[in-house]
């Protein structure tokens, strides 16, 4: 690979071109389809606030009544923040505070 190799899709550091895609499934408790109308469009919207603030970019996603595909793509220098867990966390606590609010 050539210091003047194109980047195509990938994110370019000063002597490298990287391109790591993280894939994941994230279900609803005994997989019950809850996340239709309003709570599919809030869930997909939230996760999309989460991944901007990290700078993480959403290759592709997917809101299912049971379930979520999530590919997205970071830097390595970011990967830790990708954990599926604190992930997962934060976007929980903050359906939790909207889901309170709503109430």
């Not at 997205?72 to 889901?99: H, K, M, N, W, Y």
Request: with cysteine; glycine share 6%.
């Amino acid at each position: 690979m050539s210091a003047g190799w194109p980047c195509s899709r990938g994110r370019a550091l000063v002597a490298s071109a990287i391109n790591l895609h993280y894939h994941f499934v994230f279900t609803t408790k005994y997989r019950k389809p809850v996340l239709i109308g309003e709570v599919g469009h809030a869930e997909r919207d939230l996760i999309r606030e989460i991944c901007r603030g990290e700078d993480i970019e959403i290759l592709q996603a997917h809101v299912r009544p049971d379930h979520v595909h999530l590919l997205v793509s970071a830097p390595p220098l970011q990967s830790t923040s990708v954990d599926p867990e604190s992930l997962a966390f934060r976007r929980g606590s903050i359906s939790i505070q909207c889901f309170l609010s709503s109430s």
